[in-house]
């Protein structure tokens, strides 16, 4: 009587996981606990998804591939993740850089990167100028290695590029 005045159902009985676990399931996770439900939920998407990108690989469709691509990579980090709780995996990044220009490999066979007014080492600490030298920390400023580089219309064009000229339209006097 009490249970139909308050609309609460009495709890039932305690199941097992139905793998074994140790732990209770319930019906809603078809009797498993919440982890082997999960991991359940994440094999039956990967095996979707190989599917569906192994038939798009049979089909051809080139346009479909690269989405089917990118949610697998992101579902199997997922997946990844959860398997291995433990640790934190970083999701597969795709490489889609080109190669570095040839300038930058003839310049790093050339040598180690010196000053381009004392010739001395600058390494990383180097600063790279308008110009397109290297200078150490003393010649760094365009005053101290008399750069060719014109700032001031440098600066011309770049303002005149931000603000431009604004002109109302004349109007007609009666």
Do not use: W
């Not at 095996?47 to 089909?59: G, M, P, R, Y």
């Not at 700032?151 to 431009?164: D, G, V």
Request: net charge neutral; glycine share 6%.
């Amino acid at each position: 009587m009490e249970q139909n005045e308050t609309g609460c159902q009495a709890p039932q009985a305690s199941i097992l996981c139905v793998n074994n676990c140790g732990f209770f399931g319930t019906a809603t996770t078809m009797n498993m606990c919440s982890k082997c439900y999960k991991d359940l939920v994440l094999n039956q998407e990967q095996t979707k998804l190989a599917a569906s990108s192994i038939q798009s690989i049979v089909n051809g469709s080139s346009s479909s591939n690269s989405e089917n691509d990118s949610n697998a990579a992101a579902l199997t980090a997922k997946a990844h993740a959860a398997a291995t709780s433990d640790t934190i995996v970083a999701p597969p990044q795709t490489t889609t850089a080109a190669a570095p220009p040839a300038s930058e490999e003839s310049q790093e066979a050339k040598g180690p990167t010196r000053c381009g007014t004392c010739r001395k080492r600058v390494g990383l600490t180097g600063f790279n100028c308008r110009c397109g030298t290297t200078f150490c920390a003393i010649h760094r400023y365009s005053d101290k290695h008399e750069c060719p580089f014109d700032y001031r219309t440098a600066a011309q064009e770049a303002i005149a590029k931000a603000n431009p000229v604004v002109k109302a339209e004349k109007i007609d006097k009666i």
